[in-house]
């Protein structure tokens, strides 16, 4: 996938023939023009370098004691929460170009997996914002907008997240009026589920 790192012995695709056995060096040739490896990482083209770079470069620095500014990372979950809602719209597994009647493909992609990427994306906002009401509310609501676009097995994902962020920060958020809101917002995501 895009943004993965590799090394020289990394396989970066294989080719399954039915009749052909070896490659002609133009056919090699095109193959490779087909892969680009870069030595950094790039916004444009690692969409999960971009969502780390909101996440721990703007977010976190933004909820961190000496910054206190709960409202810059709530903008950033708001963006999230729109990142979130393209990827959950996506399935796991693989994708399939040009599959033909009986079965073959022209080309299979890794996809990405939603449950890994959730945790990727929130879970160091929940650690480090877990007792701040306003913060969880905002990953609730980001969760919830995924939860609008989500495939059914990628709402199982958002549930568990759910619940994931309830145990987290159960024992931090004390006052009753407080439960409250992040109880709404979880009912109004399981609504959905």
Not at 81 to 96: F, Q, R, T
Request: proline share 2%.
């Amino acid at each position: 996938m895009i943004g993965q790192f590799v090394s020289d012995s990394t396989n970066l695709f294989t080719l399954i023939f039915e009749e052909k056995t070896e490659l002609e060096e133009d056919e090699i040739s095109r193959l490779q023009n087909c892969v680009a490896i870069g030595y950094e990482k790039t916004e444009w083209q690692d969409f999960n370098f971009s969502i780390q770079k909101i996440i721990v470069e703007i977010a976190l620095r933004a909820i961190s004691p000496g910054v206190n500014d709960p409202n810059t990372a709530n903008h950033c979950l708001k963006m999230i929460g729109i990142v979130l809602g393209k990827l959950a719209d996506l399935k796991n597994g693989y994708l399939i170009i040009n599959e033909d009647e009986e079965g073959f493909a022209q080309a299979v992609f890794e996809a990405i997996d939603f449950e890994k990427e959730l945790h990727f994306i929130l879970n160091q906002v929940v650690h480090y914002g877990e007792n701040n009401v306003s913060v969880i509310i905002s990953i609730l609501k980001a969760l919830r907008f995924a939860m609008e676009k989500a495939t059914p097995e990628n709402r199982k994902a958002i549930v568990a997240f759910v619940n994931y962020v309830f145990e987290k920060t159960e024992a931090e958020i004390k006052n009753e009026y407080d439960k409250g809101l992040l109880e709404h917002e979880r009912k109004e995501i399981l609504a959905l589920a």
